[in-house]
């Protein structure tokens, strides 16, 4: 059931409170099975329980008809560009459509590389945000702090994007820098074309680079990450709470094994999902990279690419093979976030049952 | 809670109703249905400027600057009214044919102007304002033959300048679009066998051509952006050293960079100001055979004009027009955009100059003048295009902007040798007086300013600061009225100071003013 609440307030795809539905009605028929009498149990509705079930079934399926449809509808579209190439769509890195030599290798790699860098933020940050609020904060100013999460995600993208461009861009490239030069040792730290010596060597290699558009991204997903850690943290058992209080534990040892004990499952499905939405970000990546169509591992170099972003930039001018392997593109991140969030949603699920027990 | 949380956004989302309505203008449509474009980002402030005018005759012309390709596409599918490009339909782009439309279309002409070379280079910390290049130069440069600031062929025509050894990067557009379309195809056709070694190295099919996206190979330094507000932009960033990339002109003079002249056929080096442009204009040939192609340009002749005055990579956009009822497109919509493009043809031609592009000449207007009346719906008019103002037109319908254009200084040409002395080396007196206490509009080869742009003859009126536009005919100053002026550096004065941090105050207030209204509620109770 709580499941079903956050999925409402967080507006999540209602595929969560599907599955829960779903996995309430086996859960009776789990019953119905094992229990010691063979009689069988008739269900017996009245008018109005038949038609609220008809219309939440419907309403249920209904959703999964339309993600089924999407699917198909890319798997169709994508199903020329992927008989041109075949197997090669996932280990080409150039994207020619028109010469019929592209492939989704770099594409794929670019988004996930900004989706962690992301995650890799915005984690350390919400798992704060989430802790202070809901067991630091004073009760006066907690609402006042929930309300201010929220409206962080009530910014629209293209801001965020705006504000990259032309602002953190600028003050994020000495940092780059820095780092590629006390830090260049580790691979995906390096910068290849910049020489410390230099003292002519352009910014711009440091600009456009996986790291501010993770910055960015890492911004767009903290709200909904705290959101989730935050409801999950607040469900932790009262009774252990106290339990553990009461055996003298300080609050910090309260909060290390009661809270994050048993909120676990949350904080790892709140990453997923904020994983998941980090991977489908478009305009404000497509305002900050600079495509390159190689897989590029150092995060801090000028060159990033991410799949939603390629479709924002090429849909406009396609042909029709281009159009098909965009359509393609789109099918391999639909897939992956499908699973991503999949994953993330069986998860917190997991976790709730858990607390409760 | 539920519903006091409904109430709480419903009274924000009414406040801020309320703000924004003090802010937008009455716009009523009083007998126009409102129309919808898409495309070309190179016209787009021109475009933009237009429409914003036509509201007070209650005209709503709504325009998306999304690219040229995309304006194209769009208008083959049927979501827009008209579109706008610098390409026509037809073009071979990476060996795949852009189709026409089954919809019943006609070509307009747009505005004209000049594809500029907007750069980002300091010499001795200071901005350098004169950079002067060939053509085979420019296509190295943008083909990653040549890759430092101080090559020699650089050197050689900006001969006494001490250019820095940094590294040249290429920005060049990640979306498709009509400037690149118009950038490539003047390296396909001058310089083909450079452009189609680069084109190979980045693995497309040569012949290369000309093509919409611009292919980049990985590792090289370049630095693609969406639109030319993300090419500028990213240009104009002021830690953005050694960046070089091609924009209509108005976008430069928008953000107050300078422009790369470059070295025509006559042997002179020059800026795409609008009289320059109409110079080159001159030779482009206009395909007249009606039908599918009718109006639609040949630039070969532009490319090579002889005139020492004409900038080589100019050319002109196109709107495209529906000209049957079909789809969405009404003719209630028809007698909106017919009036639009009367408007935008005949008065709106004055303003281009102003905005960085270049009036249209006088036998375009006229057979523009004439498809406009295929637009299905339109209340043809005769117009007189005499009454226009339009500053090309003269009463033999010649090109008096081309007629009366300045030619350039003796020392942009090719192989000039003397010193460089003159203040103001656009001054090439056009019966103006020079103020020689300028307060740094006109930049004598390599100063701090950013608004170095303006050596195109004329009178310097040192009481306009920022970007300015000098007539070559009147001798009259005027400020850039439709840019947003905005120096590089920051905000200048206190008064901008101010007003940031009010805005900023203004901001926070409404972000807090929702979790506020919810305290005090709750303190009630």
């Known amino acids: 059931m709580a499941n079903i609440i956050i999925g409402m307030r967080l507006g999540l795809s209602p595929r969560n409170s599907k599955q829960s539905s779903t996995s309430n009605e086996s859960q009776s028929q789990a019953l119905a099975i094992s229990s010691d009498s063979p009689r069988l149990i008739k269900h017996v509705y009245d008018a109005q329980d038949q038609i609220f079930r008809t219309v939440m079934r419907a309403a249920g399926s209904s959703v999964l008809v339309i993600m089924a449809m999407v699917g198909i509808f890319l798997a169709l579209r994508a199903s020329e560009a992927l008989g041109k190439v075949g197997l090669g769509f996932f280990t080409i890195q150039a994207w020619e459509p028109d010469s019929g030599n592209f492939g989704i290798a770099a594409v794929i790699a670019g988004t996930v590389i900004i989706a962690v860098i992301a995650v890799s933020i915005a984690v350390p940050f919400s798992l704060g945000t989430a802790l202070y609020i809901s067991e630091y904060a004073p009760r006066r100013i907690k609402k006042f702090l929930i309300t201010l999460v929220d409206l962080m995600a009530a910014i629209p993208s293209v801001v965020f994007g705006l504000w990259g461009f032309f602002y953190l861009q600028n003050e994020i490239t000495p940092v780059a820098k820095w780092i590629s030069q006390n830090f260049g040792w580790i691979p995906f730290l390096s910068v290849q074309g910049s020489d410390p010596n230099d003292p002519l060597t352009s910014n711009t290699i440091f600009t456009s680079s996986s790291l501010i558009a993770g910055i960015v991204v890492a911004l767009m997903i903290t709200p909904i990450v705290t959101s989730v850690m935050r409801e999950v943290f607040s469900q932790a058992p009262i009774g252990e709470r106290e339990a553990a209080l009461g055996l003298g534990s300080t609050h910090w040892g309260m909060v290390r094994n009661v809270v994050l004990t048993f909120g676990k499952g949350g904080i790892i499905g709140a990453t997923m999902l904020g994983l998941g939405r980090a991977l489908g970000e478009t305009i404000a990546v497509y305002m900050i990279i600079s495509p390159v169509f190689v897989i590029q591992p150092r995060i801090l170099e000028n060159g990033a690419n991410s799949v939603s972003s390629l479709i924002a930039l090429r849909y406009g001018e396609a042909t029709q093979m281009g159009m098909s392997a965009l359509m393609a593109a789109g099918l391999a991140l639909f897939i992956l976030t499908l699973i991503v969030n999949f994953v993330a949603s069986s998860i917190v699920a997991r976790s709730r049952s858990g607390a409760s027990s | ?525």
């Open chain 2, 1 to 525: 809670m539920f519903r006091r949380r409904i109430n709480q956004v419903v009274a924000y989302l009414s406040l801020s109703l309320v703000l924004l309505s003090f802010s937008s203008s009455q716009a009523q449509a009083a007998d126009y249905v409102p129309v919808n474009g898409a495309g070309s980002s190179w016209s787009a402030n021109a475009i933009d400027q237009w429409r914003r005018n036509v509201v007070q005759y209650g005209m709503r012309v709504n325009y998306a600057s999304t690219g040229s390709s995309d304006g194209r596409n769009q208008f083959k599918s049927g979501t827009v009214d008209f579109a706008s490009s610098e390409i026509p339909y037809g073009l071979k782009d990476g060996g795949v044919v852009d189709t026409l439309p089954s919809r019943a279309f006609a070509y307009l002409p747009l505005v004209a102007g000049g594809t500029a070379l907007m750069y980002n280079l300091k010499i001795g910390g200071k901005r350098f304002t004169n950079l002067r290049l060939d053509g085979e130069t420019l296509t190295k440069i943008f083909t990653g033959v040549i890759t430092f600031w101080d090559d020699a062929a650089i050197a050689k025509a900006n001969p006494g300048i001490a250019l820095p050894k940094r590294k040249i990067v290429p920005v060049v557009r990640s979306d498709g679009s009509g400037s690149t379309a118009q950038f490539t195809s003047w390296m396909a056709e001058e310089y083909p066998k450079i452009w189609d070694e680069y084109c190979k190295a980045a693995g497309r099919s040569t012949p290369c051509g000309v093509t919409s996206n611009y292919p980049v190979i990985a590792g090289k330094g370049y630095v693609s952006q969406p639109n030319s507000q993300g090419v500028s932009g990213y240009v104009s960033q002021n830690a953005n050293e050694g960046t070089i990339t091609y924009v209509e002109y108005s976008y430069a003079l928008k953000t107050g960079f300078p422009v790369v002249k470059l070295l025509n056929d006559a042997g002179y080096y020059v800026l795409p100001t609008a009289s320059n442009v109409a110079v080159a204009l001159l030779q482009a040939k206009i395909d007249t055979r009606p039908g599918n192609t009718y109006l639609t340009q040949i630039l070969s002749g532009v490319y090579n004009s002889k005139d020492s005055r004409a900038y080589p990579l100019s050319s002109y956009s196109y709107l495209i027009v529906p000209t049957a009822v079909s789809g969405s497109f009404t003719q209630a919509k028809g007698a909106t955009l017919g009036d639009f493009a009367y408007y935008y043809l005949c008065e709106g031609q004055q303003q281009a100059e102003v905005l960085g592009y270049s009036p249209l000449p006088i036998n375009l207007v006229k057979a523009g003048l004439e498809q406009v009346k295929k637009i299905p719906g339109v209340n043809a008019k005769n117009k007189d295009v005499s009454k226009c103002n339009n500053p090309t037109f003269s009463p033999d319908g010649s090109n008096l902007l081309a007629k009366t254009a300045p030619m350039p200084p003796e020392q942009d040409r090719e192989g000039y040798t003397g010193p460089i002395t003159d203040p103001n080396p656009g001054d090439s007196g056009s019966g103006g007086t020079v103020d020689p206490g300028n307060n740094g509009i006109v930049d004598p080869g390599n100063s701090s300013n950013g608004g170095g742009f303006i050596d195109n003859g004329g009178v310097i009126d040192s009481n306009i600061v920022g970007p300015a536009y000098c007539d070559n005919d009147t001798g009259i100053c005027q400020p850039v009225s439709a840019a947003a002026v905005t120096p590089p550096s920051g905000f200048g004065g206190l008064a901008g100071v101010v007003q940031t941090i009010a805005l900023i105050i203004l901001f926070f207030v409404l972000i807090l003013i929702v979790p506020f209204l919810q305290l005090m509620q709750r303190k009630r109770r």
